[in-house]
């Protein structure tokens, strides 16, 4: 029973480790995966990984789903809405007071271009498929969100970091056409090779996730290297990272609450509460971490809210799982009983 539990701990939470073997082996050798490394990072990791990642992205696109749920357009327009304009005002303020607490500039601009971020596909859908929820729903919105995002989160950030983002070499334009190069194309491509070769397809999508995550650990572990090797250490203190790692949880906390009792107050279906409620509050690593890399290359401060941003999600989402599906129960009893009544 103990090694069945061990078992089921590792498949649930192995990704969380891997980020935190990944951060100590780049720490022990950054130079195997610096630039001037063996590996070349920048172009079989961050360019190639990036590229393999959005065409499974765009394989596992389903259009017919996207057509079947067009009716809802609310619920898609509220989460998009608030994922793409309400969060990134709220994470505005949360960096502003971040930045004045411990004067970490980097670290706050990460908190900024965190609240750009869209939903994640598989961590909002596996949270919202375990308590009960609609995962149709979820797995669009986050879908819906990939794909604006490529073009939203420069957009934003480029808006609220005052026209400019790291040096005139990853100008708007630049990054504009780094994005469309390597990730709307190998979306693009990922949906016509969905349309043409079904059964091919088919073969390789139960294996997409495992992919993702293996070339995302390995975009982390270069981007430590690098990071090591040319600055050493993180500047940044013990207390700085408590406070970063208090925010972080904080806000999402405040997101759940916000959204829950939005929906609650708009009475909107307990199914699709649970939906609303993780994919508003929840960003993507999968997304995140190659955007942010192209607009901000070779800054790993930056990316450091999301790194802590994705395992806090998933370990909140997993302890919530129990008391949403106890609310979920009787919330439904009640929605029925009150729709029953009516009629």
């Not at 001037?36 to 990791?45: A, H, N, Q, R, V």
């Not at 994640?120 to 995962?135: D, K, M, W």
């Not at 990316?303 to 806090?312: D, E, G, R």
């Amino acid at each position: 029973m103990i090694a069945f539990d061990r078992q089921t701990h590792l498949s649930k939470y192995w990704f969380l480790y891997g980020i935190f073997f990944s951060i100590i082996l780049a720490f022990i050798y950054p130079e195997f995966g610096s630039t001037e490394g063996p590996l070349k990072p920048e172009w079989t990791i961050k360019l190639l990984g990036t590229i393999i990642i959005f065409l499974l992205n765009g394989c596992s696109i389903r259009s017919e789903e996207l057509y079947r749920t067009v009716l809802q357009y609310r619920i898609h327009l509220f989460i998009q809405i608030f994922s793409f304009i309400i969060c990134p005002f709220l994470f505005t303020i949360l960096s502003t007071i971040y930045r004045s607490l411990t004067y970490q500039y980097q670290v706050a601009i990460g908190i900024k271009a965190l609240g750009t971020l869209p939903s994640p596909v598989s961590t909002a859908a596996y949270v919202v498929r375990a308590i009960g929820g609609n995962e149709a729903i979820a797995m669009l919105n986050s879908t819906l969100g990939s794909l604006l995002g490529t073009m939203l989160t420069p957009i934003l950030l480029y808006m609220m970091l005052g026209g400019t983002f790291s040096g005139e070499q990853h100008s708007f334009i630049h990054v504009l056409i780094s994005l469309s190069s390597t990730i709307l194309m190998p979306i693009g491509i990922g949906q016509f090779l969905r349309v043409y070769f079904p059964l091919v397809i088919n073969r390789v999508m139960p294996y997409a996730n495992t992919i993702n995550n293996w070339i995302l650990l390995s975009n982390i572990y270069v981007t430590f290297c690098q990071t090591f090797k040319q600055h050493g250490p993180l500047h940044l203190t013990f207390i700085d990272f408590l406070i970063l790692l208090m925010t972080i949880f904080c806000i999402q906390i405040f997101l759940i609450i916000v959204l829950f009792f939005a929906c609650r107050k708009s009475h909107v279906r307990p199914n699709d509460t649970i939906a609303i409620v993780f994919c508003g509050s929840q960003k993507s690593l999968t997304s995140g971490m190659p955007i942010l890399q192209m607009i901000f290359p070779e800054n790993i401060s930056i990316t450091i809210p999301l790194l802590i941003y994705h395992p806090m999600q998933i370990i909140i989402g997993n302890y919530l799982t129990s008391t949403f599906q106890r609310w979920l129960k009787d919330a439904k009893y009640d929605w029925h009983h009150r729709i029953s009544r009516r009629v």
